[in-house]
């Protein structure tokens, strides 16, 4: 038993110290989207990875400790049609734990993304991004993360929340139904600023759209038109449209 809790802390100790080091050394990006995308998982996954690390340690520890001294029955309970006893309730605990640090990794990660998006905004003259939507879709996504990790925790749990599930999945189906534009619209956005298939100042024509382009905002684009009126155009229209860029300056 010794043995087995020496090996099992000293791996904790080394997978510790290897995490810190690739942090280190790779977890800030250099120039560029891919440099950015680095950057914002080097922020966000080594604290939760590092947590889960010692989670997964110390519930094997206790594990060995509750077979090792016949303590299986210390804490039992009827589930349904299973017996919980104390080696299965620490199981599940050890995977709602984990559910739950995923789960901030993502809710971080999507906090990072926003960070990347209004450093662009701030630091790329080819590209305006609106940072107040940008937070509010930051702060929607972190708040969907943590309603799904939560309801995965439970059920890890081994609570039934299938009739949960059932009433929130025909709600999220309502929802984004309802929404389906305005989501194509961002993620049509999100491809024009990786893409990059035109830029401030240049004249673009796709089907009747005909302009010089003014502003490329997170869920339209602005036209100045020949007429010198503002077009305002959808960003999800690009994604299924042939788009001709003329006048580059």
Known sequence: MVTFITITLASAVALHLILFTLTKLFGHGGEGTLGDIRTAIGSSLPTPLGIAIWVIAITLVMQKLVDHYALNSLLEFDAGEDVINTDGLISMVRTGLIVLLATWFVARGVRAFARILNNWHRSKDTIELDTTAIQALASVGVVLAWVVGFIVMLQSLGLNMSAVITIGGIGGAGVAF???????????????????????????????IDGKVMRIGLYATYLETKNGDTLYVPNSIFNNSEILTVNIK
């Open 178 to 208: 309802a929404s389906k534009d305005v989501v194509a619209n961002f993620f049509g956005g999100i491809v024009v600023m990786l893409n990059r298939p035109f830029k401030i100042g240049d004249h673009i024509v796709s089907g009747k």
